[in-house]
């Protein structure tokens, strides 16, 4: 069974400081596809990141980045120097080849304090 | 142009009412997916359609309907609204190459109220 879980539930941190949001996942499969998604407060869905089961090199976007560890089954994400924009609602999602679906976690709330 | 798009962005009903919302995608993608988002955030998978056949029915109530007229339209229907049917929900769509997992685009989301 897929599941995906975001422990934090919300992270409060002051402009500037880095801040890591954690993503743990199962899956019985060996091809799978990891995911992140922005929700900030205006509502909208905004893709972040795709990531097959293969590639576990860590990426760079800017100030965001990707670690992605097969061994502990965990796709954490880190913003550097976080700025108020930053503030969001972030999922995590997987999805396994050939089904079409896509789980999400729970989410976690970012809030970035000026 | 917006690449997902929704109507209504607003939706206030009354229980037992029916109602549609309708998605339309002109990023030339093969499939599309219905999501509900509660009061709590939690985002869940309703439909899943590919080239216009439905792939996934999450255990989702039959007074749901989707439809799918052609690869770029994927409606929802419902029927006798309930006071829990109230939530966002979110049409999106994604190239669909054989179910590999491709990043999903969004629609700015329906808020339906069931007073």
């Known amino acids: 069974a897929q599941k995906v879980t975001q422990a934090q539930t919300e992270i409060s941190v002051v402009e500037k400081e880095d801040v890591t949001l954690d993503c743990v996942y199962e899956?019985?499969?060996?091809?799978?596809?990891l995911f992140w998604y922005k929700q900030p407060p205006s509502g909208e869905l905004v893709f972040l990141i795709r990531r097959n089961s293969f590639d576990e090199q860590n990426e760079i976007s800017g100030r965001y980045s990707w670690n992605f560890q097969k061994s502990t089954s965990s796709f954490n994400f880190t913003i550097t120097a976080s700025q108020v924009v930053d503030s969001a609602v972030y999922f995590c999602?997987?999805?396994?080849?050939?089904?079409?679906?896509?789980?999400f976690g729970t989410g976690t709330r970012l809030k970035v304090l000026a | 142009d917006t690449a997902v798009s929704q109507t209504p962005k607003y939706l206030v009903t009354q229980m037992g009412n029916d109602k549609s919302i309708k998605c339309e995608q002109n990023?030339?993608?093969?499939?599309m997916y219905w999501y509900k988002q509660d009061s709590k955030k939690f985002l869940k998978i309703m439909f899943s359609?590919?080239?216009?056949?439905?792939?996934i029915n999450e255990t989702v109530p039959n007074r749901f309907s989707p439809k799918s007229p052609d690869k770029a339209h994927l409606n929802l229907h419902i029927n006798s609204l309930e006071l829990g049917d109230s939530a966002v929900y979110f049409c999106?769509?994604?190239?669909?190459?054989?179910?590999?997992?491709?990043?999903?685009?969004f629609g700015p989301g329906t808020r339906l109220t069931v007073t």
């Open positions: 359609y590919n080239n216009k056949e439905l792939i």
């Open positions: 999106a769509s994604s190239l669909g190459t054989s179910g590999s997992g491709d990043e999903q685009y």
């Open positions: 999602a997987l999805s396994e080849r050939g089904t079409y679906k896509y789980i």
């Open positions: 899956t019985r499969d060996t091809t799978y596809y």
């Open positions: 990023l030339g993608h093969d499939t």
